[in-house]
């Protein structure tokens, strides 16, 4: 008898323990995909941005040559 609920211990110890691996597993996923979410609207949001301040930038360098041209002989 004490074996065998000794073996039943080693069997819900086993259980715990692969049930336990299976929590991290699942909170790693979710917390990989939230990350992934995460700099995709990063990406997102930060991409059109960046090309609005390139194409603001292109154009107020312009316009300082365009006035040093005149400038300057």
């Known amino acids: 008898m004490k074996a065998k609920a000794w073996l039943i211990l080693k069997a819900v110890k086993l259980w715990l323990a692969v049930a336990l691996l299976w929590l991290i597993a699942a909170i790693l996923f979710v917390a990989h995909v939230a990350i992934g979410i995460i700099k995709l ?5 930060l991409f059109p941005l960046t090309w609005v301040v390139y194409v603001l ?5 312009n316009r300082i040559k365009i006035q040093l041209e005149e400038l300057l002989p």
Do not use: A, E, S, V
């Not at 609207?41 to 949001?45: S, V």
């Not at 930038?57 to 360098?61: E, K, M, S, V």
């Open 57 to 61: 930038d292109r154009n107020i360098y």
């Open 41 to 45: 609207i990063f990406i997102i949001t």
